[in-house]
């Protein structure tokens, strides 16, 4: 059975940098459209970042110039990378993914989530 498994995440203080990465457990025709969202507690799970099939992206206002998503179609991977992170950025995040898998067919999967902690 296809998962996403997420890495990356952690404790860093204020202005410091994580990357998360996002990947397939077994093989898969390609990963289509892809997003990563975030889920504070207490608050509502939201999109923090997207990127398409042919590698458009879009970004939460709040996280504009501070987080960068990128895709390695040869490695089926989708990487964030986070910059100069606020206290504010805490929380669990988690990968969306629709992705082709086989027998081909389209469908949509969540990672379980990974903690990200920013210290003030």
């Known amino acids: 059975q296809v998962q996403l498994v997420e890495s990356g995440g952690g404790l860093v203080q204020a202005g410091g940098s994580l990357r998360l990465s996002c990947a397939a457990s077994t093989s898969i025709f390609r990963i289509n459209a892809m997003g990563w969202y975030r889920q504070a507690p207490g608050k509502q799970r939201e999109l923090v970042a997207a990127i398409t099939s042919a590698g458009s992206t879009n970004y939460a206002d709040s996280v504009k110039g501070r987080f960068t998503i990128s895709r390695d179609n040869a490695k089926n991977t989708v990487s964030l990378q986070m910059n100069s992170l606020k206290p504010e950025d805490t929380a669990v995040y988690y990968c969306?993914?629709?992705?082709?898998?086989?027998?081909?067919?389209?469908?949509?999967?969540w990672g379980p989530g990974t903690q990200v902690t920013v210290s003030s």
């Open positions: 969306n993914a629709d992705m082709t898998i086989f027998p081909l067919h389209d469908a949509d999967y």
